[in-house]
């Protein structure tokens, strides 16, 4: 069963730091990209912070020098360092990832990519 499991969110006073963890766990035989999302009361989810497999990030103009993405490879796991924290921060963090998996009905060398999501983890940031 494949997923992805966050951890590290939690109640901060504006300025603080957080740092958050997302590791995809199962039969995975790579993982292109992997993101960080978020979603505050009555808002859309928006794109935080996006790390390719080459390692190569983007970041929401909200989170540009407060905010950095990193990765693990060999752990499958992709990390969120967020400093200087601000209230609207404040949101659900979700973590997204491009997961390639075996394709057993097409041959045991056959691949399929798949996105998959975290459940979430709630940041909170009090003023």
């Known amino acids: 069963q494949v997923q992805l499991v966050e951890s590290g969110g939690g109640l901060e006073q504006a300025g603080g730091s957080l740092r958050l963890s997302c590791t995809a766990s199962?039969?995975?035989?790579?993982?292109?990209?992997m993101g960080w999302h978020r979603q505050a009361p009555e808002k859309q989810r928006e794109l935080v912070a996006v790390?390719?497999?080459?390692?190569?990030?983007n970041y929401a103009d909200s989170v540009k020098g407060r905010f950095t993405i990193s990765r693990d490879n060999a752990k499958n796991t992709v990390y969120l360092q967020m400093n200087s924290l601000k209230p609207e921060d404040t949101a659900v963090y979700y973590c997204?990832?491009?997961?390639?998996?075996?394709?057993?009905?097409?041959?045991?060398?056959?691949?399929?990519?798949?996105?998959?999501w975290g459940q979430g983890t709630q940041v909170t940031v009090s003023s």
């Open positions: 199962g039969n995975i035989r790579s993982i292109n990209r």
């Open positions: 997204n990832a491009d997961l390639v998996l075996p394709n057993p009905l097409y041959g045991p060398y056959s691949s399929r990519q798949g996105n998959y």
């Open positions: 790390i390719t497999s080459g390692g190569g990030t």
